[in-house]
């Protein structure tokens, strides 16, 4: 005889409290009630549990509290919020204390089945940290630290934004974040929002009827509808046109979208996961970008290190390329001469992780003798480490304006590399911030 999975309700109101314990009855589930925080603490030192339904308010406490509590205590047990209408900002502050998602009032009970449905996959499936490493290679402290937080994200359904450089990996990131959660048999639609017309927009995202506009030969389904019960990845979001921003903010927000042509709107159940190369706060300060969008979207930042942040990976990395292409061309391996590693150790790979693996490509056809040497690599045409290049007297016209713009350059490189962290910045560079400072301001760089 099979056990039947359990629930804890938190809420100081019977009636809430009488639904809860009706609707996830007839879901099979055994469930156990508390009035509030004290209450509950019991329970969870009695009894294991395979999932939480708390109120934010409660007698002798909140359930922010609670989530807190069960994250430090109890991290395998998933905690929903059960929020006021309107109360966008406590389920936003509960799902960054770690509940897994929230539910608002009055309980729409089609949505309560689908979240503890969800949770109870998410349990489950036990957890599988460990599953990326073989896609998600490194390990430097910063990419130790990238699959802990990637392990720990797949285990909510709060909406991730996923920052970094292009060619970091910022869609590996988003999979395996999907990989690893309870939604992993249902689909990932990843999308290039760049990439679509402006005029098509509307009807990529939501669908469209036939005949709704010129060329609308037949019914289409949407993104959404697509990813509905699995993930939509939106990625270079930024790139999204105004218009199209408030429509995607009211999708999200009321979990519904409308096709183009369409009468009725349709439910859709997606976790968001969004991903741009652009300081999308920079994006909200310039007005190019909704700030309401914004925190819809970056409930919780995840932040993939650049390359050269990681130069202890290259070896792995490069290794791992060059037997995939052996794999591939059915080719013998190649392996890189010591020099040629110690130049790609040395280069500053403004396009990442891609950039690595189309060099090697290169690399690996031009060779001779299945060893890449420094030359294969054509690093001679890129960017050096410095990126400041050599210049004859004959290129140099000013001195003092050479010399400044070299000095900017290196300036603007550690204030990247350090996240526009200025005291970090002059560190690197072996200056005083008073110094850092000076320089900032004679150089005109805010």
């Not at 934010?56 to 059960?82: C, F, K, N, T, W």
């Not at 949407?222 to 009211?250: C, I």
């Not at 060779?367 to 050599?390: V, Y």
Request: charged fraction near 30%; charge should be negative.
């Amino acid at each position: 005889m099979t056990t039947r999975q359990r629930a804890l309700i938190v809420d100081d109101e019977p009636d809430i409290r009488e639904l809860l314990e009706i609707t996830l009855g007839r879901m099979k589930l055994d469930t156990r009630s508390a009035r509030n925080v004290k209450e509950a603490r019991e329970w969870l030192a009695r009894e294991p549990f395979d999932l939480c339904l708390t109120d934010m308010r409660l007698p002798d406490g909140s359930g922010l509290e609670l989530v807190q509590y069960i994250q430090q205590r109890h991290p395998q047990v998933p905690v929903a919020m059960i929020t006021a209408y309107g109360s966008l900002e406590t389920a936003i502050n509960a799902l960054k204390a770690g509940a897994f998602d929230f539910l608002t009032k009055p309980v729409d009970l089609g949505r309560l089945r689908e979240l503890v449905a969800t949770a109870l996959r998410l349990r489950s499936n036990g957890g599988t940290e460990g599953v990326e490493d073989s896609r998600l290679l490194g390990d430097s402290p910063p990419m130790r630290d990238l699959r802990k937080q990637v392990h720990k994200l797949a285990r909510s359904q709060a909406p991730v934004y996923i920052s970094g450089e292009s060619g970091s990996g910022k869609e590996l990131v988003a999979r395996l974040i999907h990989e690893q959660g309870p939604r992993a048999d249902q689909a990932f639609v990843p999308v290039n929002c760049g990439a679509i017309p402006s005029e098509l927009m509307e009807s990529e995202f939501f669908g469209h009827k036939k005949g709704s506009f010129t060329g609308a030969i037949e019914d289409k389904q949407g993104l959404f509808q697509a990813a509905h019960s699995g993930t939509l990845f939106l990625d270079e979001v930024a790139d999204l046109p105004l218009p199209m921003q408030v429509k995607l903010l009211r999708a999200i927000q009321e979990k519904a979208v409308r096709t183009v042509g369409g009468q009725q709107e349709q439910v859709v159940d997606v976790r968001i996961l969004s991903a741009t190369h652009k300081d999308l706060a920079a994006e909200v300060a310039a007005g190019r970008f909704r700030q309401d969008l914004y925190y819809r979207l970056n409930v919780i930042e995840l932040r993939v290190p650049p390359l050269r942040e990681r130069r202890e990976d290259i070896p792995l990395l490069a290794d791992a390329v060059l037997r995939r292409l052996s794999a591939e061309s059915g080719l013998s391996g190649a392996e890189l001469a010591p020099e040629a590693l110690e130049k790609l150790k040395n280069y500053r790979f403004p396009g990442n992780v891609r950039e690595l693996e189309n060099m090697l490509e290169r690399a690996y056809t031009l060779c001779e003798d299945d060893t890449i040497k420094q030359q294969d690599l054509r690093l001679a045409d890129a960017p050096c480490s410095a990126d400041s290049g050599e210049a004859s007297l004959a290129q140099v016209d000013n001195i003092e304006d050479y010399l400044e713009d070299i000095e900017r350059k290196l300036i603007m490189q550690a204030l990247e590399e350090t996240r526009w962290n200025r005291t970090a910045a002059a560190q690197r560079l072996g200056l005083t911030f008073r110094s850092m400072r000076y320089r900032l301001k004679k150089l005109g760089i805010d």
